[in-house]
């Protein structure tokens, strides 16, 4: 069964479940759920925790040791096992099936992760789980969600934002939640009233370092040409420089030219994310970025890149930030015919 992060506190309430599956790309909901369901798991007399994380070196019958060890004397234990980015492989994944049949009422299980996709969920130890479990997928909001993401977020900390305020805190912490968190928890201290306006906002919090390069590659890879273009005003205002972010572009489009030209040669696509070692959940957006981004393309923007690199080295007055701009519309697909000058 699925339920999303805002959901689990209700679920809660009507019952422990043997197995909570915490999969997704945001750190700060992944850890709230994971309290929250441990919070309400002591209560009930799970008082004893077991911690693993499942790579190479995992010793398996240390898991089922734990899962075993059950008497009508014990305490009900929880079992806290952490899938690496890599996911698994199949001998770990026969391993987790073996630790699910020797589950029990004394036992609940958290297993987190990193995001999944459809082919994951239809795994033999994923269905398993999610037959006696939950599904929490703790993904970050997309910017479409990202405003009743807020809205949310105040209601439970008493604040009272206007439109406006619900919009500014969209953007100065799109793809940050823990920068959100804590700016929120910040505002409740400062405003006892809970009264959200822009002056408010304005006086309460710095942007400064809201946004990094990387973030900006992100975009870039995603294809979104808007959100890319305020990240990178962001930087500008935040006074990073330049040099930063051409150094930061030139390794991402040296990776994705030869990431094309593996694909050229005919090396699957899986073996060529594997040599980079791009993670599962960032593969879908170099998928995006590699069908978008043909050899010839990347070549001239790479030829762009240099040339602006050669200026802003070589010509201290150069300002390079509409170039960049321009170069920035182009990785996303948006052609601008610039050539920076000689």
């Not at 750190?27 to 790579?55: C, M, P, V, W, Y």
């Not at 809201?210 to 590659?217: D, G, V």
């Amino acid at each position: 069964m699925r339920v999303y992060p805002e959901q689990l506190t209700q679920q809660l309430t009507k019952g422990l479940r043997q197995a909570y599956l915490l999969f997704g790309n945001e750190l700060l909901l992944k850890q709230e759920a994971g309290d929250n369901i441990k919070h309400i798991a002591q209560q009930q007399g799970f008082l004893e925790r077991h911690s693993f994380t499942i790579d190479n070196s995992l010793d398996w019958n240390a898991v089922l040791d734990c899962c075993n060890a059950m008497s009508l004397f014990s305490a009900q234990q929880i079992i806290e096992l952490e899938i690496a980015e890599t996911g698994l492989n199949a001998n770990q994944a026969k391993a987790l099936l073996e630790v699910i049949t020797a589950l029990n009422p004394d036992i609940l299980l958290i297993l987190t992760g990193p995001r999944i996709n459809k082919k994951q969920e239809s795994t033999k130890w994923f269905k398993a789980l999610d037959n006696i479990g939950l599904y929490v997928p703790c993904n970050t909001p997309d910017p479409r969600q990202m405003p009743r993401f807020i809205q949310s977020r105040c209601q439970l900390l008493g604040l009272k934002p206007d439109h406006e305020s619900v919009q500014m805190l969209a953007q100065w912490h799109e793809g940050n939640l823990l920068a959100l968190s804590q700016s929120l928890h910040k505002l409740v201290l400062l405003y006892p009233d809970g009264t959200l306006t822009i002056v408010r906002l304005q006086e309460a919090l710095s942007r400064h370092n809201h946004y990094t390069p990387f973030q900006l590659i992100d975009a870039l890879l995603a294809g979104q040409a808007k959100r890319s273009q305020r990240i990178l005003r962001q930087l500008q205002a935040e006074g990073v420089e330049a040099t930063i972010l051409l150094r930061t572009l030139q390794r991402e489009l040296t990776q994705l030219y030869k990431m094309q030209e593996m694909g050229k040669k005919g090396t699957p696509l899986n073996l060529i994310f594997e040599q980079f070692r791009v993670w599962q959940n960032r593969r879908e957006m170099y998928i995006g970025a590699l069908h978008r981004l043909s050899l010839t393309t990347l070549i001239t923007i790479i030829h762009q890149l240099t040339l602006l690199e050669i200026q802003v080295k070589t010509d201290y007055d150069t300002q390079p930030w509409s170039a960049l701009s321009c170069l920035c519309a182009e990785m996303c697909g948006i052609p601008t015919h610039l050539q920076p000058r000689d």
